[in-house]
């Protein structure tokens, strides 16, 4: 749920960064964060267990720049990935105005990206949301690792409605920027459109 | 949309930020925040200068996120109340209204019932003014906010 203040100018918007465990969600947050002007960001925050697994989320506040006057401000969350946190991943999703699923693209990992997909859209429905009409990318990464499936085969498999995807390396930040403009764009097109689909 | 767009107008902005300044001087407290349960920052009033007020609404946001959970899990509606002390600094949330979150910092200065007392006070004038808030975002014959942007003016936001 955006957020407009007309009397500080800003738009305010959640993202959230779903996808399976250990597929790179911190990882986008963690580059987005080291290559922003400190100016554009704030805090960045990990709700973390001791070996680093994302317990609650990550957060990473992070403005835009300006659009007819108005300021736009993203709020990047991360979704804990393992199965198990299922109830906290649902909260996370609450007032989500754009999603960005992570994929692992290491063949091992087919199914737990099917899972997770899967997973993403039964969470959405119980808030009354539809992945097909939400503004929606698909991040193909770890591109670098051996053992990875073809592109046109996770595509077909992960994004048969064709939403904007992008291939990435997340450690070294191939691919991060462009999946964030693509979903920032499409939820301040969404914005303009009312948000009320 | 499942959720509609939250919007804040003037009218009603002046309005919360009376209330909260005016908790702030009652409840004697260091700083009062509202923020929406999505962890947007509201209104803040008090000696705010040296809190990370962004971080501090995503986590109490997500603190009453995960209160609601365990919540549903005992089949109880909502836990509206939190209370957290500490050695110096003491936090006090409230849900208002099931929509925004009210929260108050406050050291040994203070109580936590005067705190409650006046928290209560204030929760039932921000329910109301939350209320004509929703209903005036909601309402069909206003015009989307932001239907005067072009794609341009959004592509250009890119372009670097």
């Known amino acids: 749920m955006s957020f407009i203040n007309y009397l500080s100018r800003e738009i305010n918007c959640k993202i959230v960064f779903y996808g399976p465990g250990l597929c790179g969600k911190t990882t986008n947050l963690q580059f987005i964060y080291n290559k922003t002007n400190p100016d554009a960001k704030g805090k960045m925050i990990s709700l973390a267990t001791e070996t680093e697994r994302t317990l609650f989320f990550d957060f990473l506040p992070l403005a835009l720049g300006e659009i007819r006057g108005f300021k736009t401000r993203f709020h990047l969350y991360t979704v804990p990935g393992q199965v198990f946190y299922d109830a906290s991943r649902k909260l996370i999703l609450k007032g989500v105005d754009g999603v960005v699923f992570v994929a692992d693209s290491q063949i091992a990992r087919t199914e737990a990206n099917i899972e997770s997909i899967e997973n993403l859209r039964t969470n959405l429905a119980e808030q009354g949301y539809s992945l097909d009409k939400l503004p929606y990318v698909v991040q193909y990464n770890k591109r670098d690792m051996p053992a990875i499936a073809p592109v046109e085969e996770l595509r077909a498999l992960l994004n048969p409605g064709g939403v904007p995807d992008f291939e990435a390396i997340a450690v070294s930040g191939q691919g991060v920027f462009d999946t964030l403009k693509a979903i920032a764009k499409l939820v301040l097109t969404e914005l303009k459109r009312g948000g009320r689909g | ?160």
């Open chain 2, 1 to 160: 949309m499942a959720n509609p767009q939250m919007v804040m107008y003037e009218e009603e902005f002046n309005q919360i930020q009376a209330i909260v300044d005016r908790l702030v001087r009652e409840a004697n407290a260091e700083v009062v925040f509202i923020i929406d349960k999505n962890g947007q920052l509201i209104a803040a009033a008090g000696d705010t200068a040296d809190v990370d007020t962004t971080s501090l609404a995503s986590l109490t946001a997500g603190n009453i996120a995960a209160t609601g959970g365990i919540a549903k899990l005992l089949r109880e509606n909502e836990f509206t109340t939190q209370f957290h002390e500490g050695e110096r600094a003491n936090i006090h949330i409230q849900l208002v209204g099931n929509r925004v979150i009210l929260v108050v910092i406050f050291d040994n200065k203070t109580s936590l019932g005067l705190v409650r007392l006046r928290v209560k006070k204030s929760s039932e004038q921000l329910n109301g003014i939350f209320e004509r808030l929703l209903a005036k975002v909601e309402d069909p014959e206003r015009e989307a906010p932001f239907a005067e942007i072009t794609d341009d003016d959004i592509d250009n936001l890119f372009n670097d």
